[in-house]
T-cell receptor, first 111, second 115 residues
Framework: QKEVEQNSGPLSVPEGAIASLNCTYS??????FFWYRQYSGKSPELIMF????GDKEDGRFTAQLNKASQYVSLLIRDSQPSDSATYLC???????????FGTGTRLTIIP | GAGVSQTPSNKVTEKGKYVELRCDPI?????LYWYRQSLGQGPEFLIY????????DSGLPNDRFFAVRPEGSVSTLKIQRTERGDSAVYLC?????????????FGDGTRLSIL
């Protein structure tokens, strides 16, 4: 079992709809959770981070964390074509500082 | 500059050669990380510096890989006797003080191609 799992996609969402991206992790000691956006040929760009159970909102983005079920999700409201990218979920486990990434979900917003 | 700067942006070299990749973190950031990313994969951790010292080098694949950060700012990743399997994008990230709750910000990476 991979430490961080994501559906590779592609996930296609109509423009203006809500895109929902999911991520599960295996280590119950994971304590910090990050979502990065990566455009093709570019480096990862931090979108959201969350440490506590519940929801965290920032503009059109909402991160949701459920430690009991070991999943973290990212919702993108009012999806725009510019949101088309690969979204990487990453966690930091207790006792270290390295990011452990999933393989990413490729999101396409259809105009 | 305002962000993490990596040079060169692209490096092509022959198998067996030595390469150096440079990272200049965000000014004032004490923590610096190296990752590498292969096509279709997420970045994989290589090494983490807090100040001048390597706090965690558990991700370095073998002894051909080495990294330094002599003055606590710029870091250099060094790869000896390169192999074709070393081809990847090498990413550098920095965070303000390190720690699990500090976001890491990435540079644009160095695309390394070993022929």
């Amino acid at each position: 079992q991979k430490e961080v799992e994501q559906n590779s996609g592609p996930l296609s969402v109509p423009e203006g709809a809500i895109a929902s991206l999911n991520c599960t992790y295996s280590d119950r000691g994971s304590q910090s959770f990050f979502w990065y956006r990566q455009y093709s040929g570019k480096s990862p760009e931090l979108i959201m981070f969350i440490y506590s159970n519940g929801d965290k909102e920032d503009g059109r983005f909402t991160a949701q964390l459920n430690k009991a079920s070991q999943y973290v999700s990212l919702l993108i409201r009012d999806s725009q074509p510019s949101d088309s990218a690969t979204y990487l979920c990453a966690v930091i486990n207790f006792g270290n500082e390295k990011l452990t990434f999933g393989t990413g979900t490729r999101l396409t917003i259809i105009p | 500059g305002a962000g993490v700067s990596q040079t060169p942006s692209n490096k092509v070299t022959e198998k067996g050669k030595y390469v150096e990749l440079r990272c200049d973190p965000i000014s004032g950031h004490t923590a610096l990380y190296w990752y590498r990313q292969s096509l279709g994969q997420g970045p994989e951790f290589l090494i983490y510096f807090q100040g001048t010292g390597a706090a965690d080098d558990s991700g370095l694949p073998n002894d051909r890989f080495f990294a330094v950060r002599p003055e606590g700012s710029v870091s250099t990743l060094k790869i000896q006797r390169t192999e074709r399997g070393d081809s990847a994008v090498y990413l550098c990230a920095s965070s303000l003080i390190g720690g699990a709750n500090q976001p890491q910000h990435f540079g644009d990476g160095t695309r390394l191609s070993i022929l």
